[in-house]
């Protein structure tokens, strides 16, 4: 009939079941546990980072007392290498100063502090340690340490004419330099030869 209106009855209704789950999910969803078990890895991973980090310190910290040791070994083995080649040369000054103290031969004794002389030359040559070359070179700064310059026409000026002490190299490194005599030009004297004098 017009302008009743209807009900709907309980077959119409929705009824809601507590235990089914909304629409557009599943059964087996349930609430979010795994941001702590994220936690937990994330935890994990920073302790494994944290003792590899440890580690790593541990043995760079060890690397580092290995390497100074080694170092100090190696210093201390040249040095017993150098002294080991320089005791034959310490023997023979003895006995030349021995022997010169009961000759009056002065040649006899000049050859033998010449033959130490060499003899010590030779052993600073296998420890790769040679003497700077002076006499007849042009000054160089980097091997050379000038005491004196000396006027002088006999030779190019820069030109090391005298040594006063040797230097040494070993290898590319200076161990000394040389102390040396430098030729410089004679100043200009106007014309006028040494000892004249105006009338």
């Known amino acids: 009939m017009q302008g009743e209106s209807r009900t709907n ?19 087996e969803e349930g609430p979010k546990s795994g941001s702590g078990e994220t936690l937990a890895e994330a935890q994990a991973e920073a302790n494994r980072l944290k003792d590899a980090l440890l580690r790593t310190a541990a043995d760079y910290d060890n690397f580092r007392k290995r390497t100074r040791r080694e170092l100090e070994e190696a210093r201390r083995n040249g040095r017993e290498d150098l002294l080991r080649a320089l005791l034959p040369v310490f023997d ?10 009961r000759s009056s031969d002065v040649k006899a004794m000049t050859d033998g502090l ?5 003899q010590f030359t030779d052993a600073l040559g296998r420890e790769g340690i040679a003497r700077v070359p002076t006499i007849g070179k042009p000054f160089d700064p ?21 040594e006063v002490q040797p230097g040494y190299t070993q290898g ?7 102390m040396v005599v430098v030729a410089r030009p004679k100043a200009e004297t106007n014309g006028e030869a040494p000892g004249d004098t105006a009338n």
Do not use: F, K, W
């Open 9 to 27: 009855g309980p077959e119409d209704e929705s009824v809601v079941d507590p235990s089914t789950p909304p629409a557009g999910t599943s059964a």
């Open 92 to 101: 023979n000054l003895e006995r030349a100063i021995q022997s010169a103290q």
């Open 114 to 118: 010449s033959m130490v002389q060499r």
């Open 142 to 162: 980097s091997v050379h340490e000038v005491i004196q310059q000396v006027e002088t026409s006999d030779h190019e000026a820069g030109t090391v004419i005298a």
């Open 172 to 178: 590319e490194r200076l161990l000394r330099a040389a």
